[in-house]
Every structure is written in C-alpha cells, then in structure tokens.
C-alpha cells in the first residue's frame, strides 16, 4: 500500500474541491495521464528526500497540486509506509443529529435491558442446585 487509505482520500478530497472551484486546475486534475495513486507516490517521495518529519496541510496540498499541475514530472517508486493525517473531521449538521439519535437510541435499548434483566426472576442453574444438595466432606467434620 502506497500511504494509508486515509491520507489518499484526504488528498482526493482536497483536490476535488480545488477543482470544483478553480476551472484552472480542474482541467490539470482532469488529466487521464495523471492519477491520485501516483500523486501520492510523489508526495511521498518529496516528504522522504526532504529528510523532514512533520509538514503542514498546505506544503502536503501544495505537493499534490504541483503534481497535476506539471505535466512532466518525476513520480518516483512506489514507498511502503504509514502516514498519520492529523485533521479534525468536521460532521454537517444532518450528521450530528443523526449520530445523536443513534446515541439516544442505543442508550435507551440498554436502559430497558436493564429494566428486563432486573425484573427476571433469577433461577439457580442445576450445578448450583446439585451442590447445595449434597454435603461435602467438611460438612460431617
């Protein structure tokens, strides 16, 4: 795996919304000659030769967009690594609601849960019965 499925779909994202709003560019990110797995391999390959750890989004963006936007470029092999994205994730309104409700809904199957398993009658269970049934050695000391 070139990178982790989260950074490519984190760079994918960028890059079509850049394209949605800059006609420019999305004629370069339109390219059938240029794909998101090799744009990847190249920012991963920049990242290695710089000899640095940590980058911020717009130097990694910048990367991704300079790879589209050059139309002959060195993409480099193929590197196995882990990439950590640190972004937060921001949830639309529906979304919110929505996981709430779920949260609501799941808290209150585990209230009546509750509710039923404290109202059952509890039974013994045969091993049980059967040792309190027969005496143990220590009983006839």
Do not use: W
Request: hydrophobic share 35%.
């Amino acid at each position: 795996m070139k990178g982790t499925d989260h950074f490519k779909r984190t760079i994918q994202m960028y890059l079509e919304q850049r394209a949605e709003e800059d006609a420019l560019f999305a004629k370069n990110y339109r390219n059938p000659a240029k794909n998101i797995d090799d744009c990847v391999t190249y920012i991963l390959n920049y990242v290695q030769k710089s000899g640095c750890n940590g980058f911020t989004d717009g130097e990694i963006f910048g990367q991704a967009v300079h790879y589209y936007d050059e139309n002959e470029i060195e993409v480099g092999k193929p590197i196995q690594c882990q990439v950590a994205v640190n972004h937060i994730v921001e949830l639309t309104a529906e979304e919110k609601a929505e996981a709430r409700q779920r949260a609501i809904r799941q808290y209150q199957d585990e209230e009546v849960r509750k509710l039923q398993n404290r109202n059952k009658p509890r039974t013994a269970t045969k091993a049980t019965a059967q040792a309190i049934q027969e005496p143990s050695l220590f009983d006839m000391l």
